[in-house]
């Protein structure tokens, strides 16, 4: 394949220690993609040089939610991340594979190409933020234990039943010997768009409470708005702007900040 124009820039960029940091849920649809992404784009705000890793084999949304529907080229066998209009290039287990091919991924093999990813031509990239599969079984242990993340940030709903399946994930990170940094309430309180009130669909605060039971930082929360979701799904993640959606991410990124 032909190299792109900055490609070379990538590949000859001194390679300074790179940082992993996961992002995790006990179970799918808490906001663990929308929380990597945003998160990643208020962290490259702050001037640190992040990509972006989708490990989550059941199902990769960051091409989408990072309006980057492109496939990554290659470049002496290694990847060449994909660059993002959001400062966060990005390369995902979803471009490896064909749209809609259902893939029956055991721990080793996943690992192996998510390898891929991960020892792509990230150039002088910092930190990688990587989105996980949800759950904890033997894919996302082996997973762990070949990448080791610095740390891992655990994303929950305030549901009681959510918050049960965080205490799994804590669990994995805890047998892989990677810190947890902290647990990350999304959903918390819906902000009617119509007068501005807050409700709690889910209930509130129970991730804090969670979180302060097991001596693990609570890092904030994250409401639930419907401007969230379509910006999501437009491709433009609320991190990237500056309205009053942005500003959680803001702060996460601040705690975070590494
Ligand atoms: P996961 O990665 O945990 O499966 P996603 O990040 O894909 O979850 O989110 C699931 C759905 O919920 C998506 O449609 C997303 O846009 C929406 N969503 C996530 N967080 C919020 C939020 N805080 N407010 C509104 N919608 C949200």
Known sequence: ????????????????????????????????????????????????????????????????????PGKPEAYNKQLLPVATRHGVPLLSIGQLVEPGKAIAWRGPMAAGALTQLVDAAWGDTELLIMDLPPGTGDVQLTMIQKHRPMGAIIVSTPQDLALIDAARAIDLFGQAGVPVIGLVENMAGYICPHCGA????????????????????????????????????????????????????????????V
């Open 1 to 68: 394949a032909a190299l792109p124009a900055d490609a070379r820039i990538l590949l000859t960029a001194e390679r300074k220690q790179r940082r992993i940091l996961a992002i995790a849920s006990g179970k799918g649809g808490v906001g663990k993609s929308t929380v990597a992404a945003n998160l990643a784009i208020a962290l490259a705000r702050t001037g640190l040089k992040v990509g972006l890793v989708d490990a989550d084999i059941y199902g990769p949304s960051q091409p989408k939610l990072m309006d980057a």
């Open 198 to 257: 807050l409700s709690d669909p889910f209930g509130s605060g129970g991730a804090e409470t969670d979180a302060a039971a097991r001596g693990i930082p609570f890092l904030g929360r994250i409401p639930l708005t419907i401007a969230i979701r379509t910006a999501s799904d437009a491709g433009e993640p609320p991190a990237a702007g500056d309205g009053a959606d942005a500003e959680p991410f803001r702060l996460l990124a601040e705690k975070v900040a």
